[in-house]
């Protein structure tokens, strides 16, 4: 497979359709719930943004990699909760629509956000060497086309035709799985003699994010006393990232799959620790 077909074709298309699939799921009061429970769609807003972000760069900065490989890792917690989150969090028995509703909120303002962290992050740990950028304007649009374009298909087409949603929802899960299975399979044979070193490196940094990330969710909503359910919810919306748009981002619009390697080792071990909340969450509710 060229690789041209491979990022201006195949990523995309995967992530087109996870996203798809989310909108099938979404109807427009899912959006009104922001009203219904501000605090918590706040705290877990702020987790995403703020302090996730910190926490990768915290991470890229300990634990020693080489400079791609943590511009990759800050772009991994720059990306927002992925259509994984949802389903974990209802497997989970947490507060699934609040799970929807910050994943759709996140998805919105990380458009923005994206593209002007990870200019900041190539710059800072790439310096010179930073011969690629990413232009804010036509990435922005790209990550729109890409991502609320095809979920507000979605919510069209459940709106309209209800039924014919409910079907092909499952059929896009199904197809978006596959194709993520796809990518990340290619990544690591294109990849496969720096394997080894990357997983040394990238295995420590990732499970290191991830467990923080879902740490700093369930502390946050902790503290600012919000039921077991919405506890569950942050701790797996903040800690579960949209792994198939960071592929996107990094192997795609910057080609450099040394990048998208945390995200793909990230969008397998993201179900280990997602499978452990599932199994904390259903004991904490029965």
Known sequence: MQSTLFTAVLMPLALAVAMLGMGLSLVAEDFQRITRYPKAVAVGTVCQLVVLPLIGVLVALLVPMQPSIAVGLVVLALCPGGPSSNLLTYLARGDVA?????????????????????????????????????????????????????????????????????????????????????????????????????????????????????????????????????????????????????????????????MAVPAAVYSLLMYVTGFAAIVYGRRSAA
């Open 98 to 258: 609040l799970s929807v509703t910050l994943t759709a909120v996140s998805s919105i303002v990380t458009v923005l956000t994206i593209p002007l962290f990870t200019n900041l992050a190539m710059q800072h740990f790439l310096g010179s060497q930073a011969a690629i950028s990413l232009p804010i304007g036509s990435t922005m649009l790209q990550i729109f086309l890409i991502t609320l374009l095809p979920t507000v298909i979605g919510m069209v087409i459940r709106r309209r035709f209800p039924r014919m949603a409910r079907r092909l929802e499952q059929h896009m899960s199904r197809l978006a799985v596959g194709l993520l299975a796809l990518i990340i399979a290619l990544l690591l044979a294109r990849e496969g003699t720096k394997l080894p070193g990357f997983l040394t490196q990238v295995g420590t940094a990732v499970l290191m994010l991830n467990l923080l990330a879902m740490l700093a969710g369930f502390c946050a909503g902790r503290l600012f006393r919000l039921p077991p359910a919405q506890r569950i919810c942050l701790a797996i919306e903040v800690g579960l990232q949209n792994g198939t748009l960071a592929i996107a981002i990094t192997a795609g619009l910057l080609r450099s799959p040394e």
